[in-house]
């Protein structure tokens, strides 16, 4: 009878052990449920933030080829040149959205005439649009991944592999020298954000790495590009 009492005992524990692992893996589910949504709004506000205060240039090559990845950068250079003193007395990211509009044939004009110098002739394609960007690291500054605002280039059938900078604040000839950003830049990089976004983007001691700080913005970011551009293959 004892022996009895005690097995009924045995199999209510085992019944009772099974319910709390099936409430710990409802639990974990919600917990991770609810850490995805944190980690999909942070990231998304902290992105469209930083976003909505920059302009970047995008320059898209033919091809992956050594000929046509050498002439991409030199219509970058030509760009960034041409249209440096505008960009330097831009003073916010409506003013430089405005030059670029303004400018947008004689940009063309200017990658053409690059592109037929250098004994090609294809066409380009200029035009302000949204694009991913993966992030981009300057020093102790990091932009994360996302969709910014941009002056696309396209040369050609535009199937090569792209250049990236910031048009405003003008940092693009700080890409272009492969330089981490002087004092001065920072500046016009920190008076065209807010001071909780700007310290969001730079590490300094004693603080959490950028890069730490930025990962979990670079997987979402990338895991929605991903699913956006499936979605747009598929129809």
Not at 128 to 148: E, H, M, Q, R, V
Not at 158 to 173: Q, S, T, Y
Request: proline share 3%; aromatic share 8%.
């Amino acid at each position: 009878m004892k022996l009895l009492l005690l097995l009924k005992k045995i199999n209510s524990t085992k019944r009772n052990i099974k319910l709390t692992n099936r409430d710990i893996l409802i639990v974990s589910l919600i917990i991770g449920l609810f850490i995805t949504c944190f980690v999909g709004i942070y990231s998304n506000t902290t992105q469209a933030n930083i976003a909505d205060n920059l302009l970047r240039l995008h320059v898209i090559a033919n091809s992956d080829s050594k000929e046509d990845q050498e002439l991409k950068l030199k219509v970058r250079d030509a760009i960034i040149y041409s249209m440096s003193n505008k960009f330097n007395n831009s003073n916010s990211i409506i003013q430089s959205k405005q030059i670029v509009m303004d400018n947008l044939s004689n940009i063309k004009r200017t990658s053409e005439d690059v592109i037929k110098k250098n004994g090609y002739n294809y066409d380009v394609k200029v035009d302000i649009a949204n694009s991913y960007f993966p992030t981009k690291y300057y020093g102790d500054i990091s932009l994360p991944a996302g969709n910014y605002e941009a002056l696309k280039v396209e040369i050609g059938s535009a199937k090569g592999a792209n250049w990236w900078c910031v048009l405003f604040p003008p940092l693009c000839f700080v890409d272009a020298s492969g330089g981490t950003l002087p004092e001065s830049s920072k500046q016009k990089l920190k008076s065209s954000l807010s001071e909780e976004d700007y310290s969001l983007i730079t590490s300094s001691n004693g603080e959490v790495p950028v890069k730490i700080k930025f990962k979990s913005v670079e997987v979402w970011q990338k895991s929605k590009h991903n699913i956006q551009v499936a979605i747009n293959n598929m129809f």
